[in-house]
């Protein structure tokens, strides 16, 4: 089983950057694909970026590449997503989760953490 937790969220203006992080507990997490996710008030949850094992793939949803990075330190157990050119409507809960193969569906996610708040203001 593995145990996730966000950090690194906050209130930010349009235009500037965050980087969240997530730590995984466990000796088992380089063996999880990792994903992002967020969810605004009253929408769906919304799939961001994955990464496989290794760090050799990654995906992202149209409405982030080109503005955020995911990427991983397997040493640190440690996922991460920089977000840089953010917008309001950016705004959300941010969530890691930890799949067992490289998926955009949430429902494929075994694992969760709590999530951590972006405010994004204008």
């Known amino acids: 089983q593995v145990q996730l937790v966000e950090s690194g969220g906050g209130l930010v203006q349009a235009g500037g950057s965050l980087r969240l992080s997530c730590a995984a507990s466990?000796?088992?997490?380089?063996?999880?694909?990792m994903g992002w996710f967020r969810q605004a008030p009253g929408k769906e949850r919304e799939f961001l970026a994955a990464?496989?094992?290794?760090?050799?793939?990654?995906y992202y949803a149209d409405s982030v590449k080109g503005r955020f990075t995911i990427s991983r330190d397997n040493a640190k157990n440690t996922v991460y997503l920089q977000m840089n050119s953010l917008k309001p409507e950016d705004t959300a809960i941010y969530y890691c989760?930890?799949?067992?193969?490289?998926?955009?569906?949430?429902?494929?996610?075994?694992?969760w953490g709590q999530g951590t708040q972006v405010t994004v203001s204008s």
């Open positions: 466990g000796r088992t997490f380089s063996s999880y694909v």
């Open positions: 990464i496989s094992r290794s760090s050799i793939s990654t």
């Open positions: 989760a930890a799949a067992h193969y490289y998926t955009r569906i949430s429902d494929d996610y075994y694992y």
